[in-house]
Structures are given as structure tokens and as C-alpha cells.
């Protein structure tokens, strides 16, 4: 099996920043895309940023300039690092990843509660 765990969800401030983590454990071979998507109330759920296994990053353009993704190849950790904050950005941020495992799976993080206050 092969599964994701978010970490550094929490409560701040307008204009703050938060750090996400995300680290995919079980047994892997590659992972290609690492991607985070977010989850507001009464919304869909939004790709915000994805990365390739090569580094080539792609921003959702509400986000872009204010945050910024980055992975680990060797750790199989992908961080989006939140900075200037609003409270639009106010949401359960999700981890995905493309990974080679046994088979090609498609898997999700549990999510992580983002919390922008004005």
C-alpha cells in the first residue's frame, strides 16, 4: 500500500504564511506528478499547484506569485510553501501524487485544514 500524510494545516492571519508538507510512504518505484489541490466550503476542489518529477511547476493563477511548490525526489516529499495569505485562500488542502508502486496508482492525501482569518 502505498499512502500520503499532509502536515502544517492551521489558523493564521491575513498576509501570513503557512508551510505544507506531504510525504508518500509504502512501496514506491517513481512517483511523476505531486500536485496540492484545495477545497473550500460549498466549492469544488481546485488544483492549486502541481509539480513534475522533474521540477517544472504549474500555478493555479489565484495562487501564483504567493506560493510555491517544491519536492524531494529522494524523500518522496512535496512542500507548498503559503505566503501572503488572504482569507479566499481559507480551505482543506489536499496532496495527490502519480506514483509507481506495484501498480500505477492515483492517490489522495487526507486532507489539511488551511484557516485565513481577516
Known amino acids: 500500500q502505498v499512502q500520503l500524510v499532509e502536515s502544517g494545516g492551521g489558523l493564521v492571519q491575513a498576509e501570513g504564511s503557512l508551510r505544507l508538507s506531504c510525504a508518500a510512504s509504502g512501496i514506491i518505484f517513481s512517483i511523476n506528478d505531486m500536485g496540492w489541490y484545495r477545497q473550500a466550503p460549498g466549492k469544488q476542489r481546485e488544483l492549486v499547484a502541481v509539480i513534475t518529477k522533474g521540477g517544472s511547476a504549474n500555478y493555479a493563477d489565484s495562487v501564483k506569485g504567493r506560493f510555491t511548490i517544491s519536492r524531494d525526489n529522494a524523500k518522496n516529499t512535496v512542500t507548498l510553501q503559503m505566503n501572503s495569505l488572504k482569507p479566499e485562500d481559507t480551505a482543506v488542502y489536499y496532496c495527490?501524487?502519480?506514483?509507481?508502486?506495484?501498480?500505477?496508482?492515483?492517490?489522495w492525501g487526507q486532507g489539511t485544514l488551511v484557516t485565513v482569518s481577516s
Open positions: 495527490k501524487a502519480r506514483v509507481e508502486s506495484t501498480r500505477y496508482l492515483e492517490i
